[in-house]
């Protein structure tokens, strides 16, 4: 069984993703075309949605916490549209 991991450190875990993925090099001569950069790029932000995608549910979760979750998920789907659709 895996590790319990708390609600803070899910979305902090899920930002970091977020940036990872903005922060991979494009290259030049091909750029959001190469497969393999479109496949790392989806891969980190897919990571993040599945950290943070059940929170919503949880009844330990404030509205707050519902509210920041909310937003890294527009992040999400933001950072997808300006990394992969130039």
Same mark, same amino acid.
């Given at each position: 069984m895996s590790p $319990? *991991?708390?609600t803070r450190v899910r979305i902090? $875990?899920?930002k970091d993703l977020i940036q990872k993925a903005r922060d991979l090099? #494009?290259?030049?001569? #091909?750029?959001?075309q190469d497969f393999i950069y479109v496949a /790392? #790029?989806?891969d980190f932000l897919r990571q993040a949605r599945d950290l943070i995608k059940f929170i919503?549910?949880?009844p330990s979760a404030t509205p707050e916490i /519902?509210?920041? #979750?909310a937003k890294v998920l527009d992040e *999400?789907? /933001?950072a997808e549209k300006?990394? $992969?659709?130039?």
């Open positions: $319990l *991991i708390p902090d $875990l899920a090099p #494009v290259q030049a001569e #091909v750029g959001w /790392q #790029v989806k919503h549910y949880s /519902q509210d920041e #979750v *999400i789907d /933001q300006e990394i $992969l659709h130039k």
